[in-house]
């Protein structure tokens, strides 16, 4: 996919907030009416991030991998600085400050199958308190991935200089 190296992170599927997928519309601790990627998606493109071109058939949610160690983001492949996603939200308790958001182009190995993607790295110092980022857990955005499970070993290759090792 590029000419650079690239490197493999191993790890296991997790589970995450839900609130990228949507699943946790109209739990108490989520103030957001839907996905808040579909949420985010027209300011992305706004911002020439178009996950529908990037990712055709994308799987509207994330893949949390935890891994074995934590990773801090070292070089992008496309960053939306500050983005205000919410302040067109209707419920003022939705509305938090804008967010920077990057992406790394990936491919997720599961299975003995390859699924192109995207790694979405919500920057940590934008981050809302609600959804605290974690470093050792890498987000992907993929198309649907037959079989996956929670617990299951799944691999992310990923250009070797876009992740260094979190402290290092």
Known sequence: ??????????????SGFQFASGGAVGRADNPYPA??????????????????????????????VVLPYGLVLAKADMTADLLDWTSDLGDPK???????????????????ARYPGLIYYPHPETKPSVNAHHYDVMEV???PVAGLRRGDPV??????SAFVPRGG
């Open 1 to 14: 996919m590029w000419a650079m190296s690239e490197t493999i992170h191993d790890g296991i599927v997790g």
């Open 155 to 160: 691999a992310i290759a990923c250009r070797a």
């Open 35 to 64: 996905s808040t990627l579909l949420l985010q998606q027209p300011h992305l493109r706004a911002r020439g991030i178009d996950l529908d071109a990037l990712v055709p058939g994308w799987f509207v949610g994330t893949i949390n």
């Open 94 to 112: 939705a509305h938090i400050p804008p967010e920077s958001f990057s992406f790394v182009h990936g491919t997720l190995h599961h299975g003995g």
């Open 141 to 143: 955005i993929a198309p």
